[in-house]
């Protein structure tokens, strides 16, 4: 069952940008923590950024500090990831997951998030 959908991946130049999105379906994002995580190709899934219900505060991985920003649109349910700068190591599968346990989704354990999406691919190349 769906919880989350993504949508906005694509291919992008390095040093272009892209925003994601992540709308919850049948919930509200209101009390809900939200991640992103993403997959590159043969490697594990790595938490990315997430933003916290309780305050909206936000966390991001090293390797994307300064270069991606994570908010949220409580309206519209949804989660955006605006990703700027981008790397060919940024180039993967972005998944977004849910949990009302901030402490899953901004841990990176994203296997523990009771709501999942089924990812949208991303490509940096030139």
């Known amino acids: 069952q769906v919880q989350l959908v993504e949508s906005g991946g694509g291919l992008a130049q390095p040093g272009g940008s892209l925003r994601l999105s992540c709308q919850a379906l049948e919930f509200t994002l209101h009390y809900v923590a939200v991640g992103w995580f993403r997959q590159a190709p043969g490697k594990e899934v790595e938490g990315v950024s997430c933003?916290?219900?309780?305050?909206?505060?936000?966390y991001y991985a090293d390797s994307v500090k300064g270069r991606f920003t994570i908010s949220r649109d409580i309206a519209k349910n949804t989660v955006y990831l605006q990703m700027n700068s981008l790397k060919p190591e940024d180039t993967g599968v972005y998944y977004c997951?849910?949990?009302?346990?901030?402490?899953?989704?901004?841990?990176?354990?994203?296997?523990?998030?009771?709501?999942r999406g089924k990812g949208t691919l991303v490509t940096v190349s030139s």
């Open positions: 933003i916290r219900s309780s305050d909206g505060s936000t």
């Open positions: 997951a849910g949990d009302l346990n901030s402490d899953y989704v901004c841990g990176g354990d994203y296997y523990r998030s009771d709501y």
